[in-house]
């Protein structure tokens, strides 16, 4: 979504009035805006017009995004963290997706799937020695690329090895407004001010940048004050907010979940730049390959980084074998999936082919 009062706000009307898919209207306007903006290069401009004649001819055999994470290292340690509990010594060095593989699944993603943009996150992506090269060998497949750190790492000299490999977007995760709270909910000291100052090299630099956060109890009266800290650092696209994801340590806690009297109070209450990924309770989720999928570290591809249910490992089993039994298999919850995330949903925990696997 782009980052203008104006376009969000006709975007959030046009889907209440005329009943038409919040997300559905986003990306139209996201890819028109990416197909003229300066920040795309002539290959990418091709690959966005491959992609919209593909979408239209062969839309099942067509994704959007894929988010890549390529191993769950990571300096935090974040109370929310949807990879679990897992041991980082015992763990973490073991299971990663080498660079190689990494490739091969942005191969496929681009020739067979026809895609448009990939998220490299999950762990810490700017701790892979191989960041600079995913991204640059990304980019020349005419993907746009994106992606998502919590900043600890964004020093001048990362940014500009960043920008001069190709990266598009640089997304901030920033769990709450004020640095103490921000970085006990982390695990890490110093972590806020780190990624607040990473934001402003980031924006200065020309990137596009923005933050990724999540609303619960605790935090949904804060909001409005995220939104300042998002307008003083300048940021170019929307804050992108999440519901409660139950999943990794918050997989079995039911009682962490919004009611839906408390997303409709959130709903209502959130003001630009505050973008909710879920805007209204019927709202569709765009994983499980309506618009995305996720690669995770062991290979496993997953309907989104949440949502830890299984469909293929693309160290065995092909890409697009693995992403039409994933799409098969969820298009029978299409219209339970909506107001929150899949991973929320009992019915489809229960009833899923996918195969659970943290």
């Known amino acids: 979504m782009i980052n203008n009062k104006f376009i969000c706000n006709f975007q959030l009307g046009i889907s209440k009035y005329l009943k038409i898919d919040i997300h559905s209207i986003d990306n139209v306007l996201w890819?028109?805006?990416?197909?003229?903006?300066?920040r795309t290069n002539l290959k990418q401009k091709y690959n966005i017009l491959k992609y919209i004649f593909y979408r239209v001819a062969d839309s099942k055999n067509t994704l959007?995004?894929?988010f890549i994470c390529p191993s769950h290292v990571c300096q935090c340690k974040c109370v929310h963290c949807y990879e679990g509990e897992k041991d980082k010594k015992n763990y973490d060095n073991k299971i990663f997706l080498t660079t190689e593989e990494i490739k091969k699944v942005v191969d496929d993603f681009s020739k067979y799937l026809h895609g448009l943009d990939v998220y490299f996150c999950s762990g810490e992506i700017l701790l892979r020695k191989d960041i600079f090269e995913l991204i640059e060998y990304s980019k020349e497949k005419g993907l746009i690329v994106n992606i998502v750190t919590n900043g600890i790492l964004l020093?001048?000299?990362m940014i500009l090895n960043l920008k001069k490999a190709g990266l598009t977007k640089c997304i901030v995760s920033i769990d709450y407004p004020n640095d103490n709270i921000h970085d006990k909910l982390r695990g890490f000291n110093g972590c806020y001010e780190k990624a607040t100052n990473g934001i402003r090299l980031a924006v200065k630099a020309g990137l596009d940048v923005t933050i990724w956060t999540y609303i619960s109890r605790s935090n949904k009266n804060d909001l409005?004050?995220?939104?300042?800290?998002?307008?003083?650092?300048k940021i170019t696209s929307p804050v992108f907010v999440y519901f409660p994801l139950l999943s990794g340590k918050l997989f079995n806690k039911f009682e962490e979940n919004l009611t839906f009297?408390?997303?409709?109070?959130?709903?209502?209450?959130?003001k630009h730049p505050i973008s909710l990924l879920f805007p209204f309770e019927k709202t569709i989720c765009t994983g499980a390959g309506r618009y995305h999928l996720s690669i995770?570290?062991?290979?496993?591809m997953t309907p989104c980084p949440a949502t830890?249910?299984?469909y293929g490992n693309i160290k065995k089993v092909s890409l697009i074998k693995s992403f039409k039994y994933m799409k098969e298999d969820c298009q029978k919850f299409n219209s339970s999936f909506t107001g929150q995330c899949m991973v929320n949903n009992l019915d489809y925990r229960t009833k899923c082919k996918g195969k659970l696997i943290r």
């Open 308 to 310: 830890p249910y299984s």
């Open 261 to 270: 009297e408390e997303r409709e109070y959130i709903r209502k209450t959130a």
């Open 64 to 66: 959007m995004r894929i």
């Open 296 to 300: 995770e570290p062991s290979g496993d």
């Open 224 to 233: 409005k004050k995220l939104g300042s800290l998002a307008n003083k650092l």
């Open 155 to 157: 020093d001048d000299n």
């Open 31 to 38: 890819i028109i805006f990416s197909l003229f903006s300066f």
